[in-house]
């Protein structure tokens, strides 16, 4: 056999096999959960298994879960919080830090990086988030639910981007790539909201630590430093200083996924030669069937250029969202989704002024927002319609920009400190994300091909 060729004595993964378990069973769950409809529907899952047991005879089991006390002593340090704030601060963290990777990568290498091709979603991205606050705070204006106008700010791009690959073919390809661009922006918006108006009794003494813990992050990128281990020790400083300064936690991770560099240690094609020369001299000391400690060293030496040939961005990003996308933000949503959906309660929440401001603001002010901050753009030739996108699409996309769950209940959570309020801003997502996605999902759906035919060979 001749060596170029795939040696027999491989194994395949157990997962991968033909047996009756792996083909009806793994194969299948492993193939969903690469979709994006996956993180969707195990985040509505995580709020429903919420709701449920918030409103059942176990009800104070839920309270009492998210209200257990858990104590972090590190020297002189202490920190106390209940596990729903440790979600909502630390796990939440994680979250974010996904969410800057994501950002520089768009920055770097995706739509961002062009300026003509990002101000489009950009434009729109701004009026998504300015016309639902001005809503918002035109109904709460003077009111106790006033400070939580930057509630209907945020874009889910889980829920959002799981509903449109539901539509499938129905939706052009260029679709995609807008609501995703915008709900990237959408997402910077948030994070400057909760950092600049989010945040209380800001202490400058910590402040000072992040910003030196950031220099010190720079210096060791500067130096060559590709060890994981000072990076995470960094982090953890970094978390823990801006945890006490006043500024939300969550920022630390924003910080940190925006310092993570965006190209490779070495170009591919180097990695690739030196590999080779590596493999081949193996390949000449060593027969067949013999195993050695040179045979090992070498092939961890491949392993490491390998590892080199990809940016610590995209590794970092492949390796961390599923544990975002099916770990934490479910573990967010089963602590926050809770809400008493029983008698006065409900009646109560429905009528709240802080409910209807985030009715109105996620499905009336993001569409509004967005159709007119893009019909400006296109008709004063500042930007342009994606390839096979009309302004039905348009309107179904802004639709689905109002599917606001996990930013805006994190907002919600920061912007009221009465329960009451924090409860009606929940309802007020809740139903009004569900009906923002219908109402989304109609509009792709009911769109007419025949008069796009454009668009119908695009999706």
């Not at 768009?106 to 101000?119: F, N, R, S, Y």
């Not at 560099?261 to 170009?267: G, L, Y």
């Not at 602590?335 to 109560?348: I, K, Q, W």
């Amino acid at each position: 056999m001749s060596k170029s060729q795939p040696s027999p004595r491989l194994s395949t993964p157990w997962a991968l096999t033909s047996r009756a378990v792996p083909r009806t069973l793994v194969q299948p769950l492993q193939a969903f959960l690469h979709t994006e409809v996956a993180g969707g529907v195990v985040l509505v899952v995580a709020a429903i298994v919420a709701l449920v047991w918030a409103n059942s005879p176990l009800s104070e089991s839920y309270t009492r879960l998210w209200a257990t006390q858990l104590a972090v002593n590190l020297g002189p340090f202490s920190i106390t919080e209940d596990l729903g704030h440790w979600v909502n601060d630390l796990l939440m963290a994680l979250f974010f830090f996904v969410v800057g990777l994501e950002i520089k990568r768009e920055l770097v290498h995706g739509e961002l990086h062009d300026p003509k091709a990002a101000a489009l979603p950009m434009l729109c991205a701004l009026g998504g988030m300015v016309a639902p606050a001005l809503l918002y705070a035109a109904i709460n204006a003077g009111g106790p639910g006033s400070s939580g106008w930057g509630i209907p700010m945020a874009t889910d791009i889980a829920f959002a981007l799981g509903v449109l690959a539901l539509v499938g073919s129905r939706a052009p390809a260029g679709l995609k790539v807008f609501l995703l661009t915008l709900a990237v922006v959408d997402d910077l918006g948030a994070i400057l909201v909760i950092a600049i108006f989010y945040s209380s009794g800001v202490a400058a003494s910590w402040l000072a630590v992040a910003a030196a813990t950031v220099i010190a992050i720079l210096i060791l990128r500067q130096v060559g430093v590709r060890s994981l281990t000072p990076y995470v020790i960094a982090a953890a400083v970094l978390w823990l200083a801006i945890y006490s300064s006043g500024v939300h936690a969550t920022i630390a991770g924003v910080i940190l996924g925006l310092l993570t560099p965006a190209w490779p240690f070495h170009p591919p094609e180097a990695v690739t030669d030196a590999a080779a020369g590596h493999l081949q001299e193996l390949g000449r000391q060593i027969p067949d069937g013999v195993s050695d400690e040179r045979e090992q060293t070498t092939l961890l030496e491949v392993s490491r250029l390998a590892n080199e040939a990809v940016s610590p961005l995209a590794r970092l990003e492949a390796k961390l969202h599923p544990w975002s996308s099916f770990v934490v933000l479910p573990l967010f949503a089963l602590a926050n989704a809770g809400v008493a959906l029983r008698g006065p309660e409900l009646v109560a929440a429905f009528s709240s002024p802080i409910s209807l401001g985030i009715a109105a603001g996620l499905m009336l002010g993001k569409p509004l927002g967005i159709m007119l901050a893009g019909w400006i753009a296109v008709r004063t030739g500042f930007a342009r319609l994606p390839a096979g996108v009309g302004w039905l699409e348009m309107l179904g996309v802004s639709g689905l920009a109002g599917i606001g769950f996990t930013v805006s209940i994190f907002i919600a959570g920061l912007a009221f400190d009465m329960p009451d309020s924090v409860d009606a801003a929940k309802v007020g997502i809740l139903i009004s994300s569900v009906l923002a996605g219908v109402i989304g999902a109609a509009a792709l759906a009911a769109r007419d091909a025949s008069k796009h035919p454009d668009v119908a060979t695009a999706g």
